[in-house]
């Protein structure tokens, strides 16, 4: 599986923007960039993904580097729901690889 | 729509034990997948389940072995309990194997193995 790095941990004041990194410089062409985040004492839970283009829905947008190795998971505007840890995961499309891979994710911490 | 139900939330059991963790996934998905989280680890793949049937699974023994019901519920089982069995397992849904477009977690079954 290709390999993505994400800072530990980031901070962030409530009702700002938040701009959460994920590098991917081994992503192949049928590489979906997929965020999913965590919340204390919950399962994870989908964010958002995409291939090329960026893309927007009613949580997140997700911004890919021309390039694809690198993307960014904007949150407009964080509130004290948001605080959780973000995974950032590569899934290939076709074949039998089915599993998420995740790594240790970005514990962001939302201030009042 | 009802989303991804596990049972029980919390299980003490002792070394050596067997164990069964039971999932109902969210109405409309066919495919549900197993996963482990230790403590401040993100969760491991351990295995999935396609239409009754294994269809991908990760490095874990066999003692670590599940089902699919026709319903598309699922069980968890895990035989000759370790102390390091001891973690979250998490039951995902989706609406086909690939899971392109999401899984759905449920909010996980706290093992403790003493």
């Known amino acids: 599986d290709a390999k993505t790095t994400q800072p530990n941990s980031m901070e962030s004041n409530e009702e700002e923007p938040v701009h959460l990194p994920c590098n991917h410089s081994?992503?192949?062409?049928?590489?979906?960039i997929h965020w999913y985040r965590q919340l204390p004492s919950q399962g994870p839970e989908y964010v958002i993904h995409g291939l090329t283009s960026n893309v927007n829905n009613r949580m997140a947008s997700l911004a890919i580097a021309e390039d694809r190795k690198s993307s960014t998971l904007i949150l407009h505007r964080a509130t004290l729901r948001d605080a959780a840890v973000y995974y950032c995961i590569l899934r290939r499309s076709g074949g039998s690889n089915y599993k998420l891979t995740f790594g240790k994710g970005t514990l962001l911490t939302v201030n009042p | 729509e009802t989303g991804v139900t596990q049972s029980p939330t919390h299980l003490i059991k002792t070394r050596g034990q067997q164990v069964t963790l039971r999932c109902s996934s969210q109405s409309g998905h066919n495919t549900v997948s197993w996963y482990q989280q230790a403590l401040g680890q993100g969760p491991q793949f351990i295995f999935q389940?396609?239409?009754?049937?294994?269809?991908g699974r990760g490095n874990f023994p066999p003692r670590f072995s599940g089902l699919q019901f026709p319903n598309y519920s699922s069980e968890l089982n895990v035989n000759a309990l370790e102390l390091d069995d001891s973690a979250l397992y998490l039951c995902?849904?989706?609406?086909?194997?690939?899971?392109?477009?999401?899984?759905?977690f449920g909010s996980g079954t706290r093992l403790t193995v003493v």
């Open positions: 389940y396609y239409r009754e049937e294994e269809n």
């Open positions: 081994t992503i192949s062409g049928t590489d979906y």
């Open positions: 995902a849904s989706s609406s086909s194997p690939a899971g392109l477009y999401g899984y759905t």
